[in-house]
């Protein structure tokens, strides 16, 4: 089990989406810190009419399609579960979920001020916090 807890990337801005054997969020703030939100696994990410879409891009590239809609969007909250599952709310109304798995690293946070949180294999989470 995780130790829930609040993440420190609310008020970066999503700049862009990669997709390679996994999805990649790419944001920074308005004074030009930086982060990487990767995710490896399956992620769900729900609008805010409650409309969801789930994906893993390493099984289908494509399911990252709806994801590009959060290019520009600026994150509100982003929190670490029991469980191991990363959530983001951004302002807009989305969120994103990211559960954590037992066979692999399942998501994975760095920002440019050192924090760094990872979600390995049997739903271990490491957290280290920046400078």
Same mark, same amino acid.
């Given at each position: #089990?995780?130790?829930?807890?609040?993440?420190?990337?609310?008020?970066?801005?999503?700049?862009?989406?990669?997709?390679? =054997?996994?999805?990649?969020?790419?944001?920074?703030?308005?004074?030009?810190?930086?982060?990487?939100?990767?995710?490896?696994?399956?992620?769900?990410?729900? =609008?805010?009419?409650?409309? #969801?879409?789930?994906?893993?891009?390493?099984?289908?590239?494509?399911?990252?399609?709806?994801?590009?809609?959060?290019?520009?969007?600026?994150?509100?909250?982003?929190?670490?579960?029991?469980?191991?599952?990363?959530?983001?709310?951004?302002?807009?109304?989305?969120? #994103?979920?990211?559960?954590?798995? =037992?066979?692999?690293?399942?998501?994975?946070?760095?920002?440019?001020?050192?924090?760094?949180?990872?979600?390995?294999?049997?739903?271990?989470?490491?957290?280290? =916090?920046?400078?």
């Amino acid at each position: #089990m995780a130790k829930p807890r609040a993440l420190p990337i609310d008020g970066f801005c999503v700049t862009r989406v990669a997709v390679d =054997d996994s999805l990649t969020l790419f944001c920074r703030t308005a004074d030009g810190q930086e982060a990487e939100i990767r995710i490896d696994g399956a992620f769900v990410l729900s =609008d805010s009419a409650g409309n #969801m879409s789930t994906g893993c891009v390493e099984d289908c590239p494509a399911s990252a399609g709806p994801v590009l809609g959060l290019v520009l969007c600026n994150i509100t909250a982003a929190r670490i579960t029991e469980t191991g599952t990363l959530e983001i709310q951004f302002l807009d109304g989305h969120q #994103m979920f990211a559960e954590a798995e =037992d066979h692999f690293v399942s998501w994975e946070i760095k920002s440019s001020d050192g924090f760094h949180a990872v979600c390995l294999a049997d739903k271990d989470v490491l957290v280290k =916090d920046g400078a």
